[in-house]
């Protein structure tokens, strides 16, 4: 990863969830769901997940970064949700609106959870690590053992082969 300029993820994490929060706030009070509801706070988290990804400093884990998308993704989907509570009472004539909404809330979830499994499950862990050590453990101990009975053969032949010489030697 290119790290030549690094963000701390924590005060990126709070910016993009204001951003966010205020994109959908605005989205609700001007009725532009589609703009701002859905296109802006996705595209506020697309770069969250970009310049986290691959800007952000030495000391995050891809653990730590993947659950702040997740966690983005889910606290978007609240906030989604609560501005959608707002238009309930006008549900029959917003319910488009209010549909968009839940659109963006799944979307960002799944972004944020896609991002998480990406970073995280797919990654060695402790387990995997032992695992892996311990096969190779017994492969290098089976092989040594081939080797070993490989050595003892030869041995007992150069043995035989030192005998049958020594033999005629004596004899000659």
Aim: charged share 15%; glycine share 8%.
């Amino acid at each position: 990863m290119n790290r030549s300029v690094t963000f701390q993820v924590q005060k990126l994490f709070l910016i993009t969830l204001v951003l966010k929060v205020g994109s959908s706030f605005l989205g609700w009070l001007f009725q532009l769901q589609w703009s701002l509801g859905f296109a802006v706070p996705l595209a506020i988290m697309m770069t969250y997940i970009l310049t986290g990804y691959f800007h952000r400093a030495p000391g995050v884990s891809d653990e730590k970064f993947a659950d702040s998308c997740y966690y983005l993704g889910f606290i978007f989907t609240i906030t989604s949700i609560i501005f959608s509570l707002f238009d309930l009472p006008n549900i029959g004539t917003k319910i488009q609106e209010i549909a968009v909404r839940f659109g963006a809330a799944m979307v960002s979830t799944v972004l944020g959870l896609g991002v998480r499994v990406y970073l995280v499950s797919f990654k060695k862990d402790i387990g995997d690590a032992i695992r892996d050590a311990e096969d190779a453990v017994l492969d290098t101990t089976r092989k040594f053992t081939e080797q070993l009975a490989i050595v003892l053969e030869k041995l007992g032949h150069f043995e035989s082969q030192v005998d049958e010489q020594g033999n005629c030697t004596v004899l000659s």
